[in-house]
């Protein structure tokens, strides 16, 4: 897939050091854009940076952290130029029963999985000509109301609201606003820590399409939706799912 739309272009990525953005990352590298991406995780970061290329720019971003976020997207819009894509993907997929949730643990997760997305929106947008787009990343886990995860489906259906008011309200400035809702990913996290034999099972059973998801495929529906061949899709979600929850 070639998307000339995109070279040389400024995306930003949140959360970029790892699995699914990490993918993301390199896919607009592979584009030709101009990749920002930040992540807390600064020797992962450096390192995709480098193995990437000159075009992929890395900043350590606490995104918990109001202050850290302006001076990262002010950081890049000191340049003049205007940024065409911002996709939002950091998160946290903390599994807590609710009894044992805290209020912080509640008010860090949904600082993180949605705050985090409004300011980014909100340091960005004024930045964003005409056709540009935004790509917030939430769950499919909402649509299951998934077990221990109360907290975590919450911020995912606030992304999802986000994401619809954001649509109509910088729509006329024909900026478009997506939400993209994986499946279960096949990131090394997930593998090493939650995906099993009978997990795998369970995947195949429940997905329309058996196959297993991987990082990349999740990275070209972000490529998608920043591309001219959605200029006519906004206030959207997305399933990347093989089906999961095709109704």
């Known amino acids: 897939m070639i998307l000339p739309e995109l070279r040389n272009q400024i995306v930003l990525v949140t959360g970029g050091a790892n699995g699914i953005g990490a993918a993301i990352v ?3 590298h592979a584009q030709g854009a101009q990749v920002h ?6 020797r992962a970061g450096q390192s995709l940076a480098k193995a990437t290329g000159p075009n992929a720019h890395f900043a350590k971003v606490d ?4 202050r850290q976020i302006m001076k990262w997207i002010g950081t890049i819009r000191r340049n003049g130029k205007p940024i065409h894509a911002l996709i939002n993907n950091a998160a946290r997929d903390q599994r807590i029963e609710l009894g044992k949730t805290s209020v912080k643990d509640w008010d860090q997760l949904h600082a ?3 705050r985090a997305y409004f300011l980014t929106c909100r340091e960005t947008v004024t930045a964003m000509p005409p056709g540009s787009a ?3 990343l939430a769950s499919i886990t909402f649509h299951q109301g998934t077990a221990p995860m109360s907290c975590y489906v919450a911020t995912k259906g ?3 609201g986000f994401t ?3 649509a109509r309200e910088v729509g006329p400035r024909r900026i478009r606003v997506n939400t993209l809702s994986p499946g279960w990913v096949m990131t090394e996290r997930q593998l090493k820590q939650y995906v099993r034999p009978a997990t795998k099972r369970l995947i195949r059973k429940s997905q329309c399409l058996p196959d297993l998801i991987q990082p990349e495929e999740i990275a070209d529906v972000a490529l998608f ?3 001219n061949a959605s200029r006519a899709i906004t206030g959207q979600e997305i399933l990347v799912d093989r089906g999961w929850y095709h109704s």
């Open 26 to 28: 390199r896919a607009f």
């Open 37 to 42: 991406f930040c992540d807390t995780e600064q």
């Open 63 to 66: 995104l918990l952290s109001e």
């Open 112 to 114: 993180l999985n949605l």
């Open 134 to 136: 935004i790509v917030n």
């Open 158 to 160: 606030g992304i999802l």
């Open 164 to 166: 619809r008011a954001l």
């Open 225 to 227: 939706l920043t591309s």
